[in-house]
């Protein structure tokens, strides 16, 4: 039988600068990666603080929205601010390594939902999501307060959570 070195060899070298050149692009196309390899050390879950004199040092807004059949007219803070004031969340722009952590909202009464941090942040999703502690000009009693969440923009008011007790920031596993 005839030696196949030499033709496996010819070959290799017929074919090395594609498959240089093939392994170059892979190096330089920004599209195949969505984060980096490497993922900085985030600390997970995040508690955030709901501490009222905290809360009362942040820019407030007036707020509107329609819950089941009634407009709710509130006035609070964003979510945003709150998970920056606990240090939560960098300032300024998030970078892909928080692109997979989410909120975790739990109320008195067990109702929990979530949150992608990439909805809330202004540069990416840009979700309105407010913590009011006032609606209809009054504070909130026991039942829907002190604090309670709205989301505006959500068809549906499930999100809103009433009897806001914790919020935790969690890198998805
Ligand atoms: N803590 C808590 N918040 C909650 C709920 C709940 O069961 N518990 N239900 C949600 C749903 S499904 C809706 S439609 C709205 C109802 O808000 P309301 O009670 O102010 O009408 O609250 C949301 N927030
Ligand atoms: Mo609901």
Same mark, same amino acid.
């Given at each position: 039988m005839q030696n196949p070195f030499p033709h496996l060899l010819a070959t290799l070298i017929a074919f090395s600068p594609a498959i240089a050149m093939a392994h170059d692009a892979g190096a330089q196309d920004p599209h195949l990666r969505a984060s980096q390899p490497e993922r900085p050390a985030i600390a997970s879950p995040v508690t955030v603080s709901l501490d009222a004199q905290r809360i009362a040092g942040l820019t407030r807004h007036g707020v509107s929205a329609r819950v089941h059949n009634t407009e @709710? !007219?509130?006035? &609070?803070?964003? %979510?945003?601010?709150?998970? #920056?004031?606990? *240090?939560?969340?960098?300032? &300024?722009? @998030?970078? +892909?390594?928080? @692109? +997979?952590?989410?909120?975790?909202?739990?109320?008195? *009464?067990?109702? /929990?939902? $979530?949150? +992608?941090?990439?909805? @809330?942040?202004?540069?990416?999703? !840009?979700?309105?999501?407010?913590?009011? =502690?006032?609606?209809? &000009?009054?504070?909130? =009693?026991?039942? *829907? &307060?002190? $604090?309670?969440? %709205?989301?505006? =923009? =959500?068809? /549906?008011?499930? #999100? +809103?959570?009433?009897?806001? *007790?914790?919020? !935790?920031?969690?890198?998805?596993?």
């Open positions: @709710l !007219n509130c006035e &609070g803070v964003t %979510l945003i601010d709150v998970l #920056r004031a606990s *240090d939560a969340i960098p300032e &300024g722009r @998030l970078g +892909s390594a928080h @692109l +997979s952590r989410y909120v975790q909202v739990d109320a008195r *009464d067990g109702y /929990r939902v $979530l949150f +992608s941090l990439a909805e @809330l942040d202004p540069g990416t999703g !840009n979700r309105a999501v407010y913590v009011v =502690d006032r609606c209809g &000009g009054e504070a909130l =009693d026991e039942k *829907d &307060g002190p $604090l309670r969440l %709205l989301v505006p =923009d =959500d068809v /549906r008011a499930a #999100r +809103s959570v009433r009897q806001l *007790d914790a919020i !935790n920031v969690v890198v998805a596993p």
